[in-house]
């Protein structure tokens, strides 16, 4: 069983950076890991995934050149450094594995462990 903790919200002015961090209680380099949003009154979804290696990594359209993943498997955490924030950027940010590990995938049903979330919020 893995259980992941994220850290790292906060409140944030348009424009400004956070960094994300998801710690693992278990080993996670074998599995693919996820980043997920949720804002109030919509579905949960996809914002960026980074392969086992972390040769591979891919972005939602909407952050695609603002939002970087990285991972360091010695430490078993992953990172989501968000750059040039925006207001539609706020939500709870979700922090996830995927046991497969054999690519990226980005559905939620896809991914097997779920952190608690970590609250980001953009003001304009």
């Known amino acids: 069983q893995v259980q992941l903790v994220e850290s790292g919200g906060g409140l944030v002015q348009a424009g400004g950076s956070l960094r994300l961090s998801c710690a693992a209680s278990g080993d996670t380099s074998k599995f693919s890991m996820g980043w997920f949003r949720q804002a109030p009154g919509k579905e949960r979804e996809f914002v960026s995934a980074i392969s086992r290696t972390a040769r591979t990594t891919h972005n939602a359209d909407s952050v695609r050149g603002r939002f970087t993943i990285s991972r360091d498997n010695a430490r078993n955490t992953v990172y989501l450094l968000m750059d040039s924030l925006k207001p539609e950027d706020t939500a709870v940010y979700y922090c996830?594995?995927?046991?497969?590990?054999?690519?990226?995938?980005?559905?939620?049903?896809?991914?097997?462990?779920w952190g608690q979330g970590t609250q980001v919020t953009v003001s304009s």
């Open positions: 996830a594995a995927d046991r497969n590990g054999l690519g990226i995938r980005t559905g939620v049903v896809e991914y097997s462990y």
